[in-house]
């Protein structure tokens, strides 16, 4: 697999307010400035998870398993404009029980990425904007 760098763009969001009436989520790989694109997950839940929160998890969860699959290698960067999630995922801040299984499973899955070869995944908070230009929401 190559091993160049890859990026990754994440968000999650709720479905008639926040907590809401469902969640979505979407994965987008885009690694230079003037690509498009490449939407790789966009889902939408009912009834079990209601918060933005829960939501921006599940695509960072997406994101990893996506990369997991994949067996890419070398640099991989993962944008997320979720504060809270980035800081959970640094340990910045500590996560509550509601939020301990979304972590536990993300540190499972890199855990397997970080076994390949001069493999680094990078967990990095952008501003909204940003994110909202690559995912259009």
Aim: aromatic share 10%; charged share 25%; hydrophobic share 40%.
């Amino acid at each position: 697999m190559s091993k160049g760098t890859k990026t990754f763009y994440v968000d999650g969001g709720c479905v008639g307010g926040n907590p809401g009436i469902s969640v979505y989520w979407s994965v987008a790989r885009k690694d230079k400035p003037n690509d498009e694109p490449n939407f790789i997950h966009k889902r939408v839940v009912w009834e079990k998870y209601k918060t933005n929160n829960e939501a921006e998890w599940l695509a960072l969860i997406a994101c990893f398993t996506h990369i997991q699959s994949m067996g890419y290698e070398g640099k991989i960067v993962i944008l997320s404009d979720s504060r809270l999630v980035v800081n959970q995922w640094h340990g910045v801040n500590k996560a509550n029980k509601k939020f301990a299984h979304f972590i536990e499973e993300a540190r499972s899955i890199v855990a397997d990425i970080l076994r390949r070869p001069n493999t680094r995944v990078i967990v990095r908070w952008v501003p909204r904007k940003r994110i909202k230009a690559v995912l259009g929401h």
